[in-house]
């Protein structure tokens, strides 16, 4: 237990083994997660404040949007990163906002397909070109190489960490 209050996650690490700028590196990125997590997420939320959505909403419909028409509620669910329960919720919302339609997978009864109507991508459209303004600005500078190189270094640690997760 740590007496200074710092969560065991973010707290300073010892350097022992002949690994020290492996593990230094590692450990900065996978303690800057949840910081650069939080405040994209407070800029992102500001970007799109004016289109008058709750931010869980906001995300149904943008990820709705990417995955594009027919969308499955089990991939939105999980690349919005909430529980079946809060989506059937968010998509209540949705429907009730006149923003997107549930409607049976033709191939699987089981599951639900989910599409936006012309309000839902209208709103999409607009938040994701003022995401696109947010990103410029926040990228500005930094070579597209080095952010290519950063998502595909997330997107590897995701893969491992689910992977890891599974395992026997």
């Given at each position: 237990?740590?007496?200074?209050g710092?969560?065991?996650?973010?707290m300073?690490?010892?350097m022992?083994?002949?690994n020290?700028?492996?593990?230094?590196?590692?450990?900065?990125?996978t303690?800057?997660?949840?910081?650069?997590?939080?405040?994209?997420?407070q800029?992102?939320?500001?970007?799109?404040?004016?289109?008058?959505?709750?931010?869980?909403?906001?995300?149904?419909v943008?990820?709705?949007?990417?995955?594009?028409?027919?969308?499955?509620?089990?991939?939105?669910a999980?690349?919005?990163?909430?529980?079946?329960?809060?989506?059937?919720?968010?998509?209540?919302?949705?429907?009730?906002?006149?923003?997107?339609?549930?409607?049976?997978?033709?191939?699987?009864r089981?599951?639900?397909?989910?599409?936006?109507l012309?309000?839902?991508k209208?709103l999409?459209?607009?938040?994701?070109e003022?995401?696109?303004?947010?990103?410029?600005?926040?990228?500005?500078?930094?070579?597209?190489?080095?952010?290519?190189?950063?998502a595909?270094?997330?997107?590897?640690?995701?893969?491992?960490?689910?992977?890891?997760?599974?395992?026997?």
């Amino acid at each position: 237990m740590c007496d200074s209050g710092l969560n065991f996650l973010t707290m300073e690490m010892n350097m022992t083994d002949e690994n020290t700028e492996f593990n230094r590196a590692a450990f900065d990125l996978t303690t800057a997660l949840q910081p650069v997590r939080r405040a994209w997420r407070q800029a992102a939320v500001e970007a799109i404040r004016d289109d008058d959505i709750s931010v869980s909403l906001a995300a149904v419909v943008l990820m709705i949007y990417r995955i594009g028409p027919m969308a499955q509620q089990k991939h939105i669910a999980l690349e919005v990163g909430i529980n079946a329960a809060a989506l059937v919720r968010m998509l209540d919302k949705g429907e009730e906002s006149g923003l997107l339609v549930r409607a049976d997978n033709p191939e699987d009864r089981r599951s639900k397909i989910i599409s936006l109507l012309p309000a839902g991508k209208t709103l999409a459209i607009r938040m994701e070109e003022k995401l696109t303004r947010l990103r410029r600005r926040l990228f500005d500078g930094v070579p597209p190489d080095q952010i290519n190189t950063a998502a595909r270094v997330l997107r590897l640690l995701e893969e491992r960490c689910q992977a890891f997760l599974v395992q026997d």
